[in-house]
């Protein structure tokens, strides 16, 4: 039919005359009817041919999606993520997987913020594909990618350490400060460094959220360790006044990148976990930058 006749319909498959003939014959006799009439005009296609062919161009066209769609199976280009992400990152992780969905259209997403125990929870019984959170505590349930932040120090506009180019635990002596809560890595770190150097840690307010601590700043209500990628989105508002230097000694932001390890992965998602690491290995480097 592609063709419109025997001899190119030949030229085109790379057979004889006699071979393609003998195989419509064979198709023919298999389906019980006529697909050609053989006229002095030359070859003319019956309207059972016409019906059967339209048919078999949808099974051909069927049969070529689903190559296109095992193609995009096998190098991870087409499916459902099931991501679960920790508050402190749930700002920028959408901008990411945003560019991820771009290069990869057939991509479907469903994106939650929970804290960081239930993401862990979740990922490790297979009901999200993967996570993001801080320092993971299920290490054997999970396959675990770590990075580190250094924090930042957050200052009021007003404040009178302004003109320093980096800020020291002993600056903070009995400072008011903004922290996350005595149980978290950062508090704890803080509160280590505050006992070592003989400082005293006066802190006028908890929170559970980075974004929150930096709010407070900017209202002047004191000083807070704020994590890089916080401090960078939080910088984009008209509104924010909040002044940030270098803190040392280092205080460090652990977080990472979690998959199951006793659930089966998607190739969709270890090409996100691939995409998603060099999002954040560039981050890192910029911050660090």
């Known amino acids: ?11 085109r498959l790379g057979l004889t005359q006699p071979a393609v003939s003998a195989a419509i014959a064979n198709l023919e006799s298999d389906m019980g009817f006529l697909l ?3 006229n002095h005009y030359g070859t003319e296609m019956t309207l059972e041919a016409k019906s059967f062919s ?4 949808r099974v051909i066209t069927a049969l070529n999606n689903l190559e296109e769609l095992a193609e995009d199976l096998k190098h991870g280009r087409v499916g459902k993520l099931q991501i679960g992400c920790m508050p402190g990152l749930s700002t920028i992780t959408p901008t990411i997987a945003a560019r991820f969905m771009r290069d990869n259209p057939e991509v479907r997403l469903s994106l939650q913020t929970f804290p960081s125990r239930k993401v862990e929870e979740w990922v490790a019984a297979g009901h999200f594909d993967l996570g993001i959170v801080e320092r993971p505590q299920s290490k054997n349930e999970l396959e675990i990618f770590p990075y580190k932040f250094e924090m930042l120090c957050a200052l009021p506009a007003d404040s009178a350490l302004a003109a320093k ?3 020291t635990i002993g600056d903070l002596d009995g400072k008011p400060m903004i922290t996350l809560g005595d149980g978290h890595q950062t508090t704890m770190q803080l509160r280590s460094l505050a006992n070592r150097h003989d400082c005293r840690l006066n802190v006028v307010a908890e929170t559970q959220l980075f974004p929150s601590a930096m709010a407070l700043v900017n209202e002047g209500v004191g000083y807070a360790l704020i994590d890089p990628v916080t401090a960078m989105e939080y910088g984009k508002r008209s509104d924010s006044q909040v002044l940030l230097r270098p803190f040392r000694p280092l205080v460090e932001f652990e977080v990472a990148i979690i998959l199951p390890k006793f659930h089966l992965v998607s190739r969709l998602c270890r090409h996100f976990q691939v995409a998603l690491k060099e999002e954040f290995d560039q981050l890192v480097q910029s911050l660090a930058e």
Do not use: P
């Open 1 to 11: 039919m592609r063709g419109g006749s025997i001899s190119k319909a030949a030229r």
């Open 36 to 38: 050609f009439k053989r």
């Open 54 to 57: 339209e048919g078999a161009e």
């Open 165 to 167: 180019d980096e800020i």
